[in-house]
C-alpha cells in the first residue's frame, strides 16, 4: 500500500481540496484508494464529501472503535476516513497510533490529509507515510513555506514526490515552472489552475471531480493522478464535448 501525505507549508493552499479530488481521480483509474483526516485540530475532508459521521478517526484512535468502523463509502467508490468534528487536541504519540492503526488497512493508495506548517502536529503528521506531497500557491511567501517543509520531509527521510502548484493564473508576475524547480529543489507534478468549478463544488460538498469532471481543474489532477500512479493519461470527454469536438468546436 502506497501511503501519501499531502502536506503544504501554510493553510489556505488548496490542501483538502487536492486530497479529495486527487484520492477520487486514482479511484476512477482503477486503484483501490482511501482518504484520511489526519488534520485532527482543523478537519475539513468530511465537509469536502458532506459526511456528518458517526464513527470517526478521533474514535478509532482513542480505542473506542476498529479503523473499520470509521470507513465511509461513497458513492463514486472511494473511502473516506472522517476526522472528528469536535476540537480535539493533538497529543505526542497520537500519529504512532495512527501509523499502528493503519497497518492494517489493504488499498492501493492511502491519502492522508495532514495540517499545514511545520508546528509539532504538522510534522508528526508526516510520519505515518512513506511519501510526501506539498502543494503551494505559485507566490514566493507559498513556496518559501513548501520549501521549508520540503527539507524537514527530507530529514526525516521520507521520499517526496514534488510540488503541486494549485490556483495557477498564469500572470506573468508568477514564476514559471522551471523556476519554482530551481529555487525549490522539488519537480513539479501538475498545475492545477484558478477555477469556479472548485468554488462551486466546494459549495455543494461534492468535489470538483466529480460535480464538474470536464472541468479544467479536474483535467489537470487526473494528470497527476495519472503521474503518481504510474499510467498513461488519456483525456477524458463527455458526450457533450465529444459532439463538440467532432465538429471542431472543442479543443
Known amino acids: 500500500m502506497r501511503t501519501i501525505a499531502i502536506t503544504a507549508g501554510k493553510g489556505g493552499v488548496g490542501k483538502t481540496t487536492l486530497a479529495s479530488n486527487l484520492s477520487i481521480s486514482l479511484n476512477k483509474m ?3 484508494t482511501c482518504v484520511l483526516d489526519a488534520n485532527f485540530t482543523a478537519p475539513d475532508l468530511g465537509t469536502h464529501f458532506g459526511i456528518n459521521a458517526d464513527t470517526t478517526l478521533w474514535d478509532v484512535l482513542e480505542g473506542k472503535e476498529p479503523i473499520e468502523h470509521a470507513i465511509y463509502g461513497h458513492d463514486c467508490g472511494l473511502h473516506i476516513i472522517p476526522g472528528s468534528t469536535g476540537v480535539e487536541n493533538f497529543k505526542q504519540g497520537t500519529y504512532k497510533k495512527l501509523k499502528r492503526k493503519i497497518r492494517t488497512l489493504k488499498y492501493d493508495f492511502l491519502i492522508l490529509d495532514t495540517p499545514p506548517g511545520l508546528g509539532d502536529d504538522a510534522i508528526s503528521a508526516l510520519g505515518p507515510a512513506k511519501e510526501i506531497l506539498v502543494v503551494a500557491n505559485p507566490e514566493w511567501t507559498s513556496l518559501s513555506n513548501a520549501y521549508r517543509v520540503y527539507k524537514t520531509a527530507q530529514k526525516m527521510k521520507k521520499n517526496v514526490l514534488g510540488i503541486i502548484l494549485n490556483r495557477h493564473l498564469a500572470h506573468e508576475y508568477e514564476p514559471d515552472s522551471g523556476t519554482i524547480e530551481k529555487f525549490t529543489g522539488l519537480k513539479v507534478l501538475g498545475e492545477i489552475p484558478e477555477d469556479v468549478s472548485v468554488r ?32 498513461d493519461y488519456k483525456r477524458r470527454l463527455s458526450v457533450v464535448h465529444r459532439f463538440l469536438n467532432f465538429f471542431g468546436l472543442f479543443a
Not at 455543494?204 to 495519472?226: F, G, R
Open 200 to 231: 462551486r463544488s466546494i459549495a455543494v460538498q461534492n468535489p470538483v471531480a466529480l460535480s464538474y469532471p470536464d472541468s479544467e481543474a479536474t483535467l489537470e489532477i487526473e494528470k497527476i493522478a495519472a503521474r503518481i500512479g504510474g499510467i
Open 30 to 32: 482503477g486503484f483501490k
